[in-house]
Structures are given as C-alpha cells and as structure tokens.
C-alpha cells in the first residue's frame, strides 16, 4: 500500500503563490506517475500536472501551464506543486495522485480513473 499526504494549502491572493506538497511512504516503488488534480465546487476533479519521478517528463494541463510547476524529491519521496499568479478559479481542494507509470513518458496521466492511490487533499482559495 501507499500512503500520499498532501499539505501546504492555505488562503491567497489573487496573483500569489503557494506551494504544495505530497509526502508519499509505503511500497512507493508503485509511485512512478505522481499527479496533483483539483476539484472546485460542483465541478468534477480535473487533471493539474503529472511527472514521471524516474525520467523528469512532465504533463501539464493548459489551463496552468506558465503558471504551475511540479518537481520531486526522489530522496525524500517528495512531490511538489509550486503554483504561481493563482487566479480565483484556481480555487479547489487539491490532490495527490499516484501510479505505476507506463514507460519513460507520461502516458494516460490525465485519466482519473488510472491513479491507484489518492491523498485526502488539501484546499486552496484563491481571493480577488
């Protein structure tokens, strides 16, 4: 099993910057695809970012590209999501996700349905 531990969320201002981070322990040999997603209110969890720990490759979604960055610390197994000029519709609990990853690359990792583990997330709230 493996346990994923999000944490660094908090309350913002719009064009700010926070930075999250996900804690993974357990079998995290099983972790080489990790991803943050978010889900706002009433609204769907949607992919954020994803990384491939052993190769670098990363995948982000348009709506945060030039804006997030993600980056790990394999030592420490260690995720993080450093977000900057958040807007008000970055607003959503945030979560880390991880898998398996399929080959060098980051095949599939928009997809929910194929993240095995999931933290319990972390809010943020962006304000205008």
């Known amino acids: 099993q493996v346990q994923l531990v999000e944490s660094g969320g908090g309350l913002v201002q719009a064009g700010g910057s926070l930075r999250l981070s996900c804690a993974a322990s357990g079998r995290t040999f099983s972790t080489t695809l990790m991803a943050w997603f978010r889900q706002a209110p009433g609204k769907e969890r949607e992919f954020v970012v994803a990384i491939n720990r052993n190769y670098g490759s990363t995948h982000y979604a348009d709506s945060v590209k030039g804006r997030f960055t993600i980056s790990t610390d394999n030592g420490k197994n260690m995720v993080y999501l450093q977000m900057n000029s958040l807007k008000s519709e970055d607003t959503a609990v945030y979560y880390c996700?991880?898998?398996?990853?399929?080959?060098?690359?980051?095949?599939?990792?928009?997809?929910?349905?194929?993240?095995?583990?999931w933290g319990q997330g972390t809010q943020v709230t962006v304000s205008s």
């Open positions: 996700a991880a898998r398996a990853a399929y080959g060098s690359g980051t095949s599939g990792a928009s997809s929910r349905a194929s993240y095995d583990y």
